[in-house]
C-alpha cells in the first residue's frame, strides 16, 4: 500500500496523475534553498558555495496523530503554526551552516553553558533546547512587535480624546503600518531579498505540482508567485483578523488591553487558519 501511495505521487509529479488524486504540498524559502513538505515527508535542498546540492530528507509526525483533538477546527490552526514554526526554524538553522559569516571560523568553540547543557541533555536534547529556545523567541518578538507595541504606542491617543473608538483605530492602523514597514525593511536587505526569490520559486514550483504539469523549470516559471495558502498570507490574515477582534475591547487600562489581547491570540490565529 506504501510502495502503491509512493508510485501515485512520483506520476504526479511527472505530470500523469488522475484526477481523483489530491494532496497538498507546502514549503518554505531557506538560505540557498527551500524546504517542502507533503502530507508525509518533509525534504529540504541547499545549495552550497561550491554549487552541489545538500539534500536532507525525513518521515513527518504529527502530534495531531496521537491526539486528534488538536486536529479539530480553531484548535489546528494554533497546533499546525506552532508544528510549522519549529520545522521552518531549524530548517532555516541547517541551511545556515553552509554559508558562514564573513570572517567567521568554520568550527566555532561551543560555549560553557552548550557543553554543559550538552553533558546534561546529551547532543540531541540539547540542540532541540536551542531550537525551541529560538521559537519562543521568535514568536515572543513578532507578538511583541505587531501585537503588544501598537497597544503602547496607542496609549498616546488618550492625550487628545477618551473616545475608545479612536484608540481601537489608532492601535489598528498602527499595526497595520508597522507590519508593512517590517515587510518593506526586510525586502531591503540583499540576503532576504534572496531569500524571497526563492519563495517565489517555492510557490511556483506547488503551483505547478498542483495543475499536475510535469516539474520543469519551463513549466514552473510561467506560474504565479503568489499562493493563497502562503504563510505570509497567515501572517497578513491574523493581523486582519486582530483588527476587528481587538477593537471591540472596551477596556482603557493598557495592562487589561495587553493581557486581554494576549489571552485572545489563539482564537484569532484559530479563525485566521480556517480563512486561510
Known sequence: MQEKQEETQQNCARGSCSKGFKTMCGGQALIEGIMMRGPKKESVVVRRPDGGLEIQERELRFIRDR?????????????????????????????AEFFPEDGEAEEEEPSKFE?????????????SFFLTLAVILG????????????????????????????????????KIVIFVGYLVLCSRMKDIHRVFQYHGAEHKTIFCYEAGLPLTVENVRIQPRHHPRCGTSFLI????????????????????????????????????????
Do not use: C, H, Q
Request: glycine residues 8%; hydrophobic residues 55%; positive net charge.
Open 139 to 174: 514568536v515572543g518578538m513578532s507578538i511583541g512587535l505587531f501585537f503588544l507595541l501598537p497597544t503602547l504606542l496607542g496609549t498616546a491617543v488618550t492625550l487628545f480624546t477618551d473616545s475608545m473608538l479612536v484608540r481601537n483605530v489608532a492601535e489598528s492602523l498602527l
Open 237 to 276: 490574515l491574523v493581523v486582519i483578523v486582530s483588527v476587528f477582534l481587538y477593537s471591540v475591547l472596551p477596556w482603557s487600562s493598557t495592562s487589561l488591553r495587553v493581557v486581554f489581547k494576549l489571552l485572545l491570540l489563539p482564537v484569532v490565529m484559530g479563525i485566521s487558519y480556517e480563512l486561510l
Open 115 to 127: 557543553v554543559w547543557l550538552e553533558s546534561r541533555l546529551g547532543s540531541e536534547k540539547a540542540a
Open 67 to 95: 491526539y486528534p483533538v488538536l486536529g479539530w477546527p480553531l484548535i489546528r490552526g494554533v497546533v499546525n503554526f506552532g508544528g510549522s514554526m519549529y520545522s521552518g526554524v531549524k530548517a532555516l538553522m541547517y541551511s
